[in-house]
């Protein structure tokens, strides 16, 4: 785990259902857990477990249980846990807890979203776009956007319009490949451009 921006640790953890790397996120000063999988020793004592989409539960049943706080995800997303674990579903324009504001994207999938954490400037998103190693931005392959992948695309690049016009951030957040921080927002301008 390593320290981004300042209250921002990322980690990465192999994710075995996916046979690949994720990216995971402590939110210190709001003491959230983003997208855990193996959340490591030296987190603090979260008061929340925010998924950003309803696939990434990873580890977030194991480690709600292990510091007794709640999972929030999507409320697009809650049928994903139908084996019962227990879930609280936010939705959009909600504070999926303290210091975060939700932001639905739902091109990718209904239950996909941005999670904005205006304190460190930075803005968490789900799996419309991913990067390899500290490569440029790209949008996940055609054979995970369903039966339209360039509807898909194109959704995905009208929600992150509008996020550019109504969130100021800095850092990037990504799911699937590292953070892009320091100039998260030009890269992902450049990137829909």
């Known amino acids: 785990?390593?320290?981004?921006?300042?209250?921002?640790?990322?980690?990465?953890?192999?994710?075995?259902?996916?046979?690949?790397?994720?990216?995971?996120?402590?939110?210190?000063?709001?003491?959230?857990?983003?997208?855990?999988?193996?959340?490591?020793?030296?987190?603090?004592?979260?008061?929340?477990?925010?998924?950003?989409?309803?696939?990434?539960?990873?580890?977030?049943?194991?480690?709600?249980?292990?510091?007794?706080c709640p999972v929030r995800v999507p409320q697009e997303g809650v049928h994903r846990f139908a084996d019962g674990a227990p879930v609280d579903p936010y939705a959009d324009g909600d504070a999926p807890a303290p210091g975060l504001i939700?932001?639905?994207?739902?091109?990718?999938?209904?239950?996909?979203?941005?999670?904005?954490v205006p304190r460190a400037r930075a803005l968490a998103i789900a799996d419309g776009v991913i990067r390899v190693g500290d490569g440029p931005l790209m949008f996940v392959p055609d054979g995970l956007m369903g039966d339209d992948p360039a509807g898909?695309?194109?959704?995905?690049?009208?929600?992150?319009?509008?996020?550019?016009?109504?969130?100021?951030?800095?850092?990037?957040?990504?799911?699937?490949?590292?953070?892009v921080v320091g100039d998260g927002r030009t890269a992902l301008r450049d990137f829909i451009a």
């Open 1 to 68: 785990m390593r320290e981004i921006a300042p209250g921002v640790a990322h980690w990465s953890a192999f994710h075995e259902g996916i046979r690949q790397d994720v990216s995971c996120y402590w939110l210190a000063d709001e003491r959230v857990l983003l997208n855990p999988l193996h959340a490591p020793e030296d987190v603090g004592e979260p008061v929340a477990i925010v998924l950003t989409n309803g696939l990434h539960d990873r580890d977030s049943a194991r480690l709600a249980e292990r510091f007794g």
């Open 102 to 116: 939700a932001h639905r994207v739902g091109a990718l999938s209904e239950d996909e979203y941005a999670v904005e």
């Open 152 to 179: 898909v695309k194109d959704g995905l690049v009208a929600a992150y319009a509008g996020l550019l016009e109504r969130v100021d951030f800095d850092h990037l957040l990504l799911a699937h490949g590292d953070p």
